[in-house]
């Protein structure tokens, strides 16, 4: 029955942007006649307030009248805590009452969105752990006394206010047509689970935790992700309904049951294979052969590796089989070569798939520079609080992944990887866009001027 309440309570909350300071919602909100306040939220209510969001056979979505005004606490970054006015609304067609928030106040936090950014950076991206990010909030006023159990309640909070893969959408980028999919391990409870990842360059669009690394776990989880982001694109218009998203390269590691989940959820979609993990194979192919010919001369090894490189530098697939040709007759002899050969043999359409899609990355570099970040952080995080929470864990992770700014000695200063990549946040504090999508998509609900 609670659970119930609490929907149908967010549900009737509207989030309105009112300008780049606060001054700009208080002038409004504070003010004795209400009219200029209800006249600036005419529009952004009718943009996010949709007929399922009031009482059945609402004869009127488009009208709302003044209802009440509250006080609420409201902490920042520093300092003691202040009194905010909060104004509700009433629908003229069915009577429903809305709240209506300022874009810097979230749902259910008792802190503005700067600090929810600041405090939710420090947890996610940084070598901190819950009890030094409750320390450090704490240093700003004696009376917060946070804990690093308020500090794990925020991090599921915001893993479950909206996936990644609608954030994105909503910032305004188009699903990917490129994209990298890889499994890396963690642990839980002292046993290993996988952590399932999908992406477009660095940025995240979609983590689950998987049990096994499978094609029967892979399955699911490759038609969640295409379902999600087919959803979304639908409602913001992206695509049309008889449409459905599926990408246009995946690029994957090797693991062929990860590959043939693919080819069964994406017919359509070209596979790569990642070329990093091709030449490690063959360098460890090469170690072997060395131990089994320790008198082969450095000269003949020397030899052997140019045609190798000589191999990866093909410009077309049918130089690439040549290539791999001249070298197995001239070392395919050896077991161990010729068994290496052979797999370049089979997957020779998958190391070469790149150069018919120059956008597409033949590496999974750029997600493993971004899971780094993850792996020290679930390092410093230690075990889990329980298995139920993992997936929420890591969707608060892959938003702040996306959306915090790089530090001011990064060659991206300022930026995020949302924005690197096109997401319009218009100058908008990274939490407060956030805040904002969770009820629609952000240029909707923006002046078409930008901010101000």
């Not at 700009?24 to 399922?52: C, N, S, T």
């Not at 379902?227 to 694109?233: G, L, P, R």
Request: proline share 5%; hydrophobic share 35%; aromatic share 10%.
């Amino acid at each position: 029955m609670s659970k119930t309440a609490h929907h149908k309570n967010q549900q009737r909350t509207a989030i309105v942007y009112f300008g780049a300071e606060r001054e700009d919602y208080l002038k409004r909100a504070e003010a004795d006649d209400p009219r200029e306040f209800l006249d600036f939220v005419q529009q952004p209510l009718r943009a996010q307030l949709g007929a399922e969001k009031h009482r059945d056979s609402c004869p009127d979505l488009s009208r709302y009248t003044g209802h009440s005004k509250r006080s609420r606490s409201l902490y920042g970054w520093s300092g003691p805590k202040t009194d905010l006015p909060i104004r509700r609304v009433r629908c003229c067609g069915c009577r429903t009452v809305f709240t209506v928030l300022p874009s810097f106040v979230c749902r259910y936090r008792r802190q503005d969105s700067d600090c929810l950014a600041k405090l939710l950076t420090l947890s996610l991206s940084m070598d901190l752990s819950q009890r030094q990010t409750a320390l450090i909030y704490s240093w700003g006023d004696s009376e917060r006394c946070w804990t690093p159990g308020w500090v794990w309640s925020l991090l599921q909070w915001l893993g479950t206010l909206l996936p990644v893969s609608w954030l994105l959408l909503r910032l305004g980028l188009t699903p990917p047509e490129c994209v990298l999919s890889d499994e890396k391990f963690a642990h839980l409870d002292g046993l290993t689970i996988y952590l399932f990842t999908i992406s477009q360059g660095e940025l995240i669009w979609y983590i689950q935790k998987l049990e096994q690394v499978t094609q029967a776990a892979f399955e699911p989880a490759i038609a969640l992700f295409l379902t999600t982001v087919t959803q979304e694109a639908r409602d913001l218009q992206l695509m049309s309904e008889d449409e459905a998203y599926t990408p246009t390269t995946v690029t994957t590691d090797g693991w062929e049951q990860s590959q043939d989940a693919w080819r069964t959820e994406c017919p359509d979609s070209h596979l790569l294979e990642c070329r990093w993990h091709g030449h490690n194979r063959i360098d460890s192919s090469l170690e072997d052969y060395q131990l089994t010919h320790p008198d082969v001369a450095e000269e003949t090894l020397n030899k052997l590796k140019k045609q190798i490189a000589h191999l990866w530098a093909a410009p077309s697939r049918a130089k690439f089989s040549q290539r791999l040709r001249r070298l197995k007759e001239a070392w395919g002899e050896d077991k161990i070569l010729a068994r290496r050969f052979e797999i370049l043999k089979k997957k020779r359409f998958l190391f070469t798939e790149y150069l018919n899609f120059p956008e597409a990355s033949p590496y999974l570099a750029p997600l493993d520079r971004s899971l780094r970040f993850l792996d020290e952080k679930l390092q410093t995080f230690g075990q889990f609080r329980q298995e139920t929470t993992v997936n929420t864990t890591l969707n608060a992770w892959a938003i702040v992944n996306n959306m915090r700014s790089f530090l001011p000695d990064a060659k991206r200063a300022g930026q995020s990887l949302a924005e690197l990549f096109g997401a319009k946040i218009q100058g908008l504090p990274w939490m407060e866009a956030v805040n904002l999508c969770t009820v629609g998509r952000l240029s909707d609900l923006l002046p078409a001027t930008g901010s101000g």
